[in-house]
């Protein structure tokens, strides 16, 4: 294989330079390529195959044990001043990141080939489409990213002499925690991960760049990089809408993209686009509109089921590569919340002996697996045009045990991007560290903001200035339970009944009531037939309760405060606002 681009060629010698592999080998994206490095992994463990009568062309892998989620705390912003990668971020000078990270890439690679992986996120020949190239020690990461993007002879064909490329090292060094670094380098176009081999700290196009560095680009460029999924719903008439929703790590996305209405909606269908990532801009109609940057799905498996998500069940049958489940002795995987009875004897994520007796859960709580989106029933026909699909609502979500309702509409654009920033959600095992902790994640992208996020509302306010129809902005939770800590809403296919409220508002369909902190829906306006639904839980659902809300005040106006001198004054007010409506 060979490029066109000096650019990139230098750019991979000085990193051999760096990292001394024994060998280079540039990806082309081929058939044999996938059988060559699959047989290449088997051989040493790092890859196991599983039954392929039941699961053709799929493969199991263990990551180490110490390396299963996202690192936060080791993720770095690392511009020339702090002060542009904001309150939010860990911050290092680049020239102190080169050095360190440097340090332990130094001759990393000794004994081991190196990976040149170019791929491309967003659809091919797309306009909007980023090319990035990848350089790993890993099989694995080779093979996942093979899936999740456009990756081979196809991204340097796109690329050809340009120089214009994220530039992703990634290496497994050691693995050990402590010598574990995530650092962006936005002026630079770069990143460098060392120390991790798994999903958004190893898959460069991931996070990394579709996320921490596109949000970067889209700030100078006028679109926006977000953690949100995007799906259709067509209805009885053959007419269909587009909804883009963020919701924090492990929330509900994969499973609101895929899903299916209930059978008493009769005509109605879900298509989805995708999953976890969204790039919108302005079209030329005046609306936002969004593309998928991947192609793939990286989604967690507990509680993933038949009954759940029948979609991704039927996506993950051939093609997949299941990470930290449950094996069974006859090649099979299983997780908690499966559809099908634990098995009697397996080995855990672990690799040891599991029964269904065993005290500690088979399969990690952020197990996942790895499918090409084309495989999934649900998928849009339009998920690969370039340009997009036009957005009519925006929705925000997390998962609250208690305080937001069940869904609400924001009063304008700007009270939107105030209900997106001060959003909460209760932590989940998709990060290293404690879970079920409320903590606020603005816009589900607390952990993915490539800059200063003051800066960063700033760029929201400013897209629905230059977008003449901007979507409507609600914010929802599946996720409120009762005194016995039970989920009060079905979720999942029953979903649909709220999204239908959400389209209904923005064909200006549905009246809704006027509460203090939004748009909220009369009871009569959700369709609930053939849900068995107390209405007393429905009630309670859409309720608003003040003294909580009240306190919630304080919790938003302790995160404003942090954001500091960047914060837009009309999040302010924002604030300021909600106060009076709430003590009025
Ligand atoms: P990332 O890939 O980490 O960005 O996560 P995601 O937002 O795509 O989350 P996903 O859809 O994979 O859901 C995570 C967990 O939440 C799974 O265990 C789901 O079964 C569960 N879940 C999803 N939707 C619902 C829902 O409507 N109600 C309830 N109770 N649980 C849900
Ligand atoms: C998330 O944590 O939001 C994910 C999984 O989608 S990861 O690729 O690890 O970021
Ligand atoms: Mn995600």
Same mark, same amino acid.
């Given at each position: ?268 269908? *879900? =298509?989805?686009? @995708? ?6 801009? #302005?079209? /030329? &109609? ?6 998928? !940057? ?38 099979? *995987? =299983?997780?908690? @919340? ?6 009697? #004897?397996? /080995? &855990? ?6 029964? !269904? ?228």
């Amino acid at each position: 294989m060979t490029t066109k681009s000096k650019a990139l060629r230098e750019w991979v010698e000085e990193m051999a330079k760096l990292c001394k592999p024994d060998l280079v080998y540039w990806c082309d994206g081929s058939e044999v390529e996938r059988q060559t490095l699959v047989d290449q992994a088997l051989k040493t463990g790092e890859l196991e195959l599983l039954n392929q009568s039941k699961l053709p062309g799929c493969v199991y892998h263990r990551s180490n044990a110490n390396d299963v989620a996202r690192v936060e705390q080791c993720t770095f912003i690392c511009t020339d001043k702090k002060e542009d990668a904001g309150p939010t971020n860990n911050w290092m000078a680049p020239a102190d990141a080169y050095k360190k990270v440097g340090a332990i890439f130094d001759g990393s690679m000794r004994g081991r080939t190196m990976y040149v992986v170019p791929f491309i996120m967003g659809p091919a020949k797309s306009p909007f489409s980023k090319v990035g190239v990848e350089i790993t020690d890993s099989i694995y990461v080779v093979l996942n990213m093979r899936t999740m993007t456009r990756m081979g002879k196809i991204a340097l064909d796109q690329l050809g002499e340009s120089d214009n490329f994220t530039k992703g090292l990634h290496g497994k060094a050691d693995l050990n925690p402590e010598r574990r670094f995530i650092c962006h380098f936005p002026q630079d176009n770069a990143i460098w991960s060392v120390g991790s081999g798994y999903g958004g700290n190893a898959l460069l196009g991931k996070k990394c760049l579709s996320l921490r560095i596109a949000s970067y680009l889209g700030r100078q460029e006028d679109w926006m990089a977000e953690h949100m999924l995007i799906l259709g719903i067509e209805n009885p008439q053959g007419k269909t809408s587009y909804v883009a929703a963020a919701f924090p790590s492990a929330c509900g996305k994969t499973n609101l993209a895929m899903l299916i209405p209930p059978k008493e909606l009769k005509g109605y269908k *879900v =298509w989805t686009v @995708g999953d976890d990532i969204a790039w919108l801009r #302005k079209g /030329t &109609d005046g609306r936002l509109w969004a593309v998928n !940057p991947e192609a793939g799905f990286f989604g967690v498996l507990p509680g993933t089921s038949h009954k759940t998500n029948p979609n991704a069940m039927l996506t993950m049958q051939k093609n997949t590569i299941y990470t930290n489940v449950v094996k069974t002795t006859d090649g099979n *995987v =299983w997780w908690e @919340g499966h559809s099908d009875p634990a098995p009697h #004897k397996a /080995t &855990d994520w672990l690799g040891r002996e599991w029964t !269904p007796s065993s005290k500690e859960k088979g399969a990690h709580a952020n197990s996942r697996f790895t499918a090409p989106a084309s495989q999934c029933p649900s998928i849009s026909p339009n998920w690969e045009s370039p340009e997009g699909v036009p957005i009519s609502a925006i929705i925000f979500g997390g998962r609250r045990a208690r305080v937001a309702p069940l869904v609400y509409e924001s009063f304008s654009w700007q009270h939107g991007v105030y209900m997106g920033a001060t959003m909460a959600s209760e932590t989940t095992a998709a990060a290293i560290g404690q879970t079920g902790v409320v903590r606020r994640d603005p816009m589900a992208m607390l952990p993915f903001i490539g800059y200063n996020a003051g800066d960063y509302f700033a760029h929201w306010l400013h897209m629905g200035k230059i977008t003449p129809k901007p979507p409507r902005i609600f914010n929802v939770n599946w996720f409120r339970t009762n005194a016995n800590g039970e989920f009060m809403w079905p979720g999942y296919g029953d979903n649909m009944r709220v999204l239908l409220w959400i389209l209904g508002r923005c064909d200006g369909k549905v009246e809704a009531q006027e509460s203090p902190i939004g748009h909220i829906p009369f009871e009569k306006d959700l369709d609930l037939t053939g849900l068995n639904l107390k209405h007393e839980t429905l009630k309670e659902l859409l309720s608003i309760d003040r003294a909580s809300w009240r306190e919630e005040l304080s919790g938003q106006k302790e995160f404003l405060d942090k954001i500091g001198p960047r914060l837009p004054s009309e999040l302010h007010q924002e604030w300021q606002n909600l106060t009076h409506r709430l003590f009025s």
